[in-house]
């Protein structure tokens, strides 16, 4: 018995150590990167199931529309009128902008290409804020690529796979992102709080020109995600006579929880990354 | 694991199966309520099969369930494995012991093995990812306890029935 089960502890280290090895390679070096690539290919079938129910009630509600359903429909017809008025004043000024850059000949480009993408309905652990969506590698996505919801900046991909890549959330803790305010320009960094709907800007000393209900953008600065995105709306700025800088919130404007699209963009300014178009050669 | 030789039906497709079933179950979306609550059911599954047949499913078992857990959960590869073949360990040590156990006692080494394999998941975590190891995390171990007698007596059901061994 106690043969046995010193075999069974000591089998048990063994398998500590293996797995401490893989965590480090898988951690530290790209090794295990193409592996991660194909391991998503067991995840699909398991997603597809899980995904079932879902799925099923969605097609029944449009089989048997309710009130609610209706409500909703000529809800979204008038804000469909309202983004169209809008859209138009935004495609004036796309092209005002490219003829402005053309005469400035910057290679900046607005309007970035995008790919819509849906987010895959599987419960992940609690404390990872990340969210898994339907396309990978196949489609061109590359890891940090900035994903934004209809509503505001959603995060940016962690992970690429076949035809799934992970993205980070900006509520994770380990997620920065450079923000502006939108009233006065004002620059500085967004951390993940590790609460969902939540992010902090630590870096604002307590002369800073901020106030509730301030709405920070992407600034643009680093490279990564591109100008102009709404992220946040300041909620709670608390101004503590011991500490020197700013304890603020902000509550995101993707609706994480809520978000069920999400368009991946190709940021043009991003040094050494070739466009999707030149990449893949289409075009959206 | 463990080969014993030419014993007449193994049946290692319904302990699979019933793995399999419980990876579904973990990766079920629940409501935001329910989100931190989210009850283990590899843990449980593997926990019954480690105490039921201690010779044949082991450590070994609970670390290649744990991998898989990785890949499903796109978490680095290793993170559950570690706290999962814990599991089995645990269950594989003290399988004699708990067979003495009532199942309200039963439960209470469920949850304090739960709360290892929570505390050995997030731990790694943090290493890799910097997040707070907040007390919520803790309740799916509280869910995963009491959803144990559950567990144990169906796949004691389903064990007798199509007579595993």
């Known amino acids: ?284 | 694991m463990r080969s014993s030789g030419s014993r007449a039906p193994r049946r290692s497709g319904v302990i699979i199966f019933t793995i399999v079933i419980a990876l579904l179950l973990n990766l079920t979306p629940y409501p935001d309520w329910m989100e931190n609550a989210r009850p283990d059911w590899v843990t449980l599954v593997l926990f019954y099969w480690c105490l039921a047949l201690p010779n044949r499913v082991g450590v070994g078992w609970g670390w290649v369930v744990g991998i898989i857990l990785d890949v499903l959960y796109y978490s680095i590869l290793g993170q559950h494995a570690i706290g999962k073949a814990f599991v089995a360990l645990i269950a594989v040590i003290a399988h004699r012991r708990m067979r003495m156990y009532h199942l309200w006692q039963q439960c209470v080494v469920v949850f304090l093995v739960s709360c290892a394999d929570i505390a050995c998941t997030l731990w790694i975590y943090r290493i890799t990812n910097n997040t707070g190891i907040e007390l919520v995390y803790w309740t799916s171990a509280l869910t995963t306890a009491l959803l144990w007698p559950v567990i144990y007596t169906i796949l004691r059901f389903v064990r007798q029935r199509i007579g595993v061994s």
């Open chain 1, 1 to 284: 018995m106690s043969n046995d089960r010193s075999s069974v502890i000591y089998r048990f280290m063994m398998l500590v150590v293996l797995s401490v090895a893989l965590m480090i390679i898988d951690h530290r070096s790209g090794l295990l990167r193409t592996v991660k690539i194909v391991t998503p290919v067991i995840n699909i079938p398991f997603e597809s199931v899980v995904g079932l129910p879902g799925k099923v009630q969605s097609s029944l509600e449009r089989y048997y529309p309710d009130n609610k359903l209706y409500d909703r429909f000529i809800e979204l017809k008038k804000k469909q009128v309202v983004l169209e008025i809008k859209l138009q004043q935004y495609d004036a000024l796309i092209k005002e902008n490219r003829r402005l850059f053309t005469l400035l000949s910057a290679s900046k480009k607005a309007g970035d290409e995008v790919l819509l993408t849906e987010i895959i309905d599987v419960g992940l652990e609690p404390f990872s804020h990340k969210v898994v969506v339907n396309r990978g590698i196949e489609s061109g996505v590359y890891l940090g690529q900035p994903a934004i919801a209809p509503l505001g900046v959603l995060g940016q991909v962690s992970e690429v796979g076949f035809r799934r890549s992970v993205i980070t959330l900006i509520t994770d803790p380990s997620h920065g992102l450079p923000v502006q305010v939108e009233r006065n320009g004002l620059r500085t960094i967004v951390k993940g709080s590790g609460t969902s709907d939540k992010i902090g800007l630590p870096f604002l000393d307590r002369q800073a020109d901020i106030q509730q209900g301030d709405v920070l953008i992407t600034s643009g600065m680093g490279g990564r995600f591109p100008v102009g995105y709404k992220v946040a709306e300041v909620t709670e700025i608390v101004k503590d006579a011991n500490e020197a800088f700013l304890n603020i919130t902000a509550n995101t404007s993707a609706q994480i929880n809520f978000s069920k699209e999400v368009l991946l963009v190709w940021n043009d300014d991003r040094p050494g990354f070739p466009s999707r178009s030149a990449m893949r050669g289409r075009t959206q």
